[in-house]
């Protein structure tokens, strides 16, 4: 079975770093890209990033270069998102996808289950 | 960037109705469109790519037409699971937008 299993939630103080995992199992973790998709409560859906584990090749989205970092190491099967500091701003639900095809440019058609992030004083 | 428009974003509906919602683009996309449910604390779930290519396991009720900026989800008679809130999604262009959410509620 092709799937995302993501780690758990995580409660965080603003100004602290924190790295969510997403691990990819039932398929070859270095032919697809895997993205990220923010949803900040009772929101809608925004496209993050996205990266190649086969290479690392990584595209961001304007409205979040520079805020955070994605990676993967694909020794283990696994993409991460990363910050430095973390803001209240960054309170949401994150998830991680898969596209339909080999392509950066696709649907997602297989997600993991989310990862909810809480940055509180 | 291309800006979509989804609506409405609020439908209330009965059980055996037949509900369409619409994303419309700023420029055209070609058949570059998906459309995703999600309920309430789930991830979002694949229902159609391509614009009318229905993913698998996604029941025939559910139907997309369209292209280039308009695009119309149709479900031909809801049912009591579908009540859920729809978005769109277009990947013709980097970033791959997503529309503000359609949520379909009982009437």
């Known amino acids: 079975e092709v799937q995302l299993v993501q780690s758990g939630a995580e409660v965080k103080k603003p100004g602290e770093s924190l790295k969510i995992s997403c691990k990819g199992s039932g398929y070859s973790f270095t032919s697809y890209w895997i993205g990220w998709v923010r949803q900040m409560p009772g929101k809608g859906l925004e496209w993050m990033g996205i990266?190649?584990?086969?290479?690392?090749?990584?595209r961001y989205s304007p409205s979040f270069q520079g805020q955070v970092t994605i990676s993967a190491d694909k020794s283990i099967s696994t993409a991460y998102l990363q910050w430095s500091s973390l803001k209240a701003s960054d309170t949401a639900m994150y998830y991680c996808?898969?596209?339909?095809?080999?392509?950066?440019?696709?649907?997602?058609?297989?997600w993991g289950q989310g990862t909810m992030v809480t940055v509180s004083s | 960037a291309i800006w979509m428009t989804q609506s409405p974003s609020l439908l209330s509906a009965s059980t055996g109705d037949r509900v369409t919602i619409s994303c419309r683009m700023s420029q055209g996309i070609s058949s570059y469109l998906a459309w995703y449910q999600q309920k309430p604390g789930k991830a979002p779930e694949l229902l159609i790519y391509?614009?009318?290519t229905l993913q698998s396991g996604v029941p025939s009720r559910f139907s997309g037409s369209g292209s280039g900026t308009d695009f119309t989800l149709t479900i031909s008679c809801l049912q009591s699971e579908d009540f859920a809130t729809y978005y769109c999604?277009?990947?013709?262009?980097?970033?791959?937008?997503f529309g503000q959410g359609t949520k379909v509620e009982i009437k």
């Open positions: 391509a614009a009318s």
């Open positions: 999604q277009q990947y013709y262009s980097f970033p791959g937008t």
């Open positions: 990266i190649y584990p086969g290479d690392s090749d990584t």
């Open positions: 996808a898969r596209p339909v095809a080999a392509s950066p440019y696709d649907a997602f058609d297989i």
